[in-house]
C-alpha cells in the first residue's frame, strides 16, 4: 500500500459511551480499510472498579470491564490494535504485593500489542522492571530512553511496524525525563534524549525509510505545561512533521475527544489522552481508501 497523505479534512468526533450503548459502525464502501487504534494510559495498577461510593469516580473501571470492551470492539473490527502509553505501575496493593506481575499477566491476556515505559514504570527499579518482563507478552517501546549498560539493553525496542489488513503502521515511544521523578538508583545508567528530536529522527525512519502508512508515537512526556521549556505533545506536534496520532500520557489529561493539532508542515494530526486509572478506554478509527487519503474519528469510552 502507498504512502498516504493523512487527514486532509479530519473529522475527528467523540462521545462517552456506556458498556450498554456501544456503537460506532460507519458505512464503509468496499474499496475503504477500516483500523481502529485502542488505548489506555497512567493505569497505575488499578485492576478492580472503584468503589460505589467514591468521590470522584464511583463504580468506574476495572480490568475485566476493560477485557468486554476490547473483545466487544474486536469483533466489530478484527483490524484493532491495543497500545499503552505508560505508568501500568504504581497506585494500589496490587502493585506492593505482586510487584507488577498481576499488571503483566493481565495486559498480556488483553492481548495488547506495545507499551511504552513511563516513570512509575521505575518504580521497583530496573532490577524490578526486569523481573517481570517474562510475564509481558507484548513489546515494550522507547525511543528516547537509552538502556546500553543497564538489565533492560536489548528489551526495550525503540520503534515496531504493524502490517494490520495491508496497512503498515509504525509505533514508536517517549519517557519523560526522569532527573526530579525518580531515584537515580532506580534508573541507574538510562540516558534520557531529547523526545522531540529523538521523534522526528523516529517518525522519518517510519514515514520515509519503512514507508508507513500511520505513524504513531506512544508518549509519556505529558499533554501540555506552563513552562514553555518543558517538551509536551503539543510541542511535540508543531516542531515535527511525519506523526499522524499522538497517544499520550503522565498528565492524567482526560480528553473528551482528541486534539487537532497542526504540524511544522502545516499538515493536521491528532493527540490524545484518556486521563488515568483505567477509567476511560480510547478508540480511535481511521479510515483508508484507494484514493490514498484517509479520514479519522476520535472517541473516549468509559469503562
Known sequence: MDRRKFITNTAATSALIGLGGLSLSSCLGKSKKHLTILHTNDVHSHIDPFPKDHAQYPNLGGIARRASLVEQIRKENPNTLLFD?????????????????????????LRYDAATIGNHDFDNGLDGLYAQLPNAKFDFISANYDFTNTLMDGHVK????????????????????????????LYRETKYLNPIEVAQTMSHTLKIEEKCDLVVCLSHIGYSYGDDQRPSDL???????????????????????PTIAVNRKGQNMLINQVGCYGINLGRIDFYFDVQNSSSAEGV???V
Open 158 to 185: 525503540p520503534y515496531r511496524v504493524f502490517t494490520v489488513d495491508g496497512i503498515k503502521i509504525g509505533v514508536f515511544g517517549l519517557g519523560v525525563a526522569l532527573e526530579g521523578l525518580v531515584m537515580k538508583k
Open 85 to 109: 502509553a505508560g505508568d501500568i505501575f504504581q497506585g494500589t496493593p496490587y502493585f506492593n504485593f505482586y510487584g507488577g506481575e498481576l499488571e503483566f499477566k493481565l495486559m498480556s491476556m
Open 235 to 257: 510541542k511535540l506536534a508543531a516542531q515535527t512533521e511525519y506523526i499522524d496520532l499522538i497517544i499520550g500520557g503522565h498528565t492524567h489529561t482526560f480528553l473528551d475527544k
Open 300 to 302: 473516549s469510552i468509559v
